[in-house]
C-alpha cells in the first residue's frame, strides 16, 4: 500500500497543472487530425488512403517497439542511448547466424534476442551496479555495438536472408501488415506491466524519487538494471523484425531510429498521462510524427526532412515537459504560501 500511495502521489506531483486543462491530454489526436486535414487537401488522391495509412503503420512499427523499450529505463530515472545500435546489432547477428553459419531460424533468432538481454544486462552492470551514468555507459556501450556489427558483417552487407525468416513480417492480417500486429501484441504487455503490476509502480517510483522509494522498500537498482534489460530485449525484438523486413542488413543499420523513438517517447509524456512516461501517449506520439512524415514526403519533401521533423518534435517535446514540471514546481511553492496566509 505504501508503494502504491508512494506512486500515486508522484503521478499527482508531476502533472497537476496539466490535469486542469484536460484538453491537453488530447492535444496529441487533435494536432493528428489536423495533419490529415492539411495532407488529406494537399495531395487527396495519394495521401487519403487505405494503401498509405497501413504503410504509415508499417513504417513507424519498428520505431515503436524501440521507444516502448525506451520507455522502462526512462520511467525508472535512466537513459539507453545504446538501444538504436542494439538493434542494428542484434539485425546483423541473426543475420550473420543465417547467412554465414546457415542456422536454422529459430535458433538464429533466439540467439539474436538473447544478445539483445546480453546487452541489456550489461548496460545495467554499468549503470546499476557500477554506477556509471546512464548517458556514458549506454554512449559506451554503442560504439562496441558499433564494432561488432562491423565485425559480422566485414564492410558487405548479409543476405538474402531466407524466405522462411522473411514470411515472419511479409504477411497481413485482416488487411494490416503482420508487423503492425506484433507492435500491438508488445504494446499492450508494456502497457500492462507498466500500469497494472506492482514491478510497473516500482519502475515509476523508482524514476519519481529514488530516495523516496528506497525508503519504501523498493530496490531502486534492481529496477534500473531491470528495466534496462526490457530495453535490451526490446530493441533486439525490433532487429529481428527489421532484418525480417529489410531481407539484407548491413553494419550501419540501428542509429536512425534512436530519434524518432525518443522524441516518441518524450512527446507521448504531454498526451494521455501528461507528466509520466506511457505507452498510450508513446503511441499516438509516433504515429503522430510518422504521419506528418509521411505526408511531406508524399508532397515532394527533400530526404532531410525526416531528421528535421524529428529533431524539431524531439526538442519540443522536452521543452514541454520541462515547461509543465517548472509550472508545476511553482505552484507546489505557492501552496504553503497561500496556505500560511489563510492562517493567518
Known amino acids: 500500500m505504501e508503494l502504491e500511495e508512494a506512486s500515486v502521489t508522484a503521478d499527482r506531483r508531476r502533472s497537476p497543472a496539466i490535469n486542469k486543462f484536460s484538453i491537453g491530454k488530447y492535444s496529441g489526436v487533435l494536432i493528428f487530425a489536423l495533419i490529415v486535414l492539411v495532407f488529406g487537401i494537399w495531395t487527396p488522391d495519394t495521401f487519403l488512403t487505405a494503401t498509405n495509412f497501413r504503410s504509415i503503420l508499417a513504417s513507424q512499427a519498428i520505431i ?126 508494456a502497457w500492462f506491466v507498466l500500469e497494472h503490476t506492482p514491478l510497473g509502480r516500482r519502475i515509476y517510483a523508482a524514476g519519481a524519487n529514488a530516495d523516496a522509494a528506497r525508503l519504501t522498500g523498493v530496490n531502486t537498482t534492481r529496477m534500473v538494471f531491470g528495466s534496462l534489460v526490457i530495453s535490451g530485449f526490446a530493441a533486439a525484438v525490433a532487429g529481428v523484425l527489421l532484418a525480417s523486413t529489410l531481407g539484407s542488413v548491413s553494419s550501419s543499420l540501428g542509429p536512425e531510429y534512436l530519434l524518432p523513438a525518443f522524441a516518441g517517447a518524450f512527446l507521448g509524456t504531454t498526451q494521455l498521462k501528461p507528466g509520466r512516461f506511457n505507452v498510450g501517449g508513446t503511441m499516438l506520439a509516433i504515429f503522430l510524427l510518422g504521419t506528418g512524415v509521411q505526408g511531406l514526403q508524399l508532397v515532394g519533401g527533400e530526404v532531410w526532412v525526416t531528421a528535421l521533423f524529428n529533431g524539431v518534435a524531439l526538442i519540443v517535446a522536452v521543452g514541454a515537459v520541462l515547461f509543465v514540471r517548472r509550472l508545476q514546481d511553482r505552484r507546489a511553492t505557492r501552496r504553503p504560501a497561500q496556505g500560511s496566509r489563510s492562517k493567518s
Not at 542484434?90 to 539483445?116: D, F, H, R, S, Y
Not at 560504439?143 to 566485414?154: C, M, N
Open 64 to 189: 515503436a517497439i524501440l521507444a516502448l523499450g525506451l520507455l522502462f529505463p526512462l520511467a525508472a530515472g535512466a537513459f539507453d542511448l545504446s538501444a538504436a545500435q542494439n538493434l542494428g546489432f542484434c539485425a546483423v547477428l541473426c543475420g550473420a547466424l543465417l547467412t554465414k553459419n546457415e542456422l536454422p531460424v529459430p535458433i538464429a533468432i533466439a540467439i539474436a534476442l538473447g544478445a539483445g538481454i546480453v546487452v541489456g544486462m550489461f548496460n545495467g552492470f554499468l549503470v546499476a551496479v557500477i554506477g556509471i551514468n546512464s548517458f556514458i555507459a549506454t554512449l559506451g556501450t554503442t560504439s562496441l555495438l558499433t564494432a561488432g556489427s562491423q565485425v559480422l558483417t566485414d564492410g558487405t552487407y548479409l543476405g538474402p536472408f531466407p524466405d522462411s525468416f522473411q514470411d515472419l513480417t511479409s504477411g497481413a492480417f485482416f488487411t494490416l501488415p503482420v508487423i503492425v500486429i506484433y507492435l500491438f501484441v508488445f504494446a499492450v504487455i
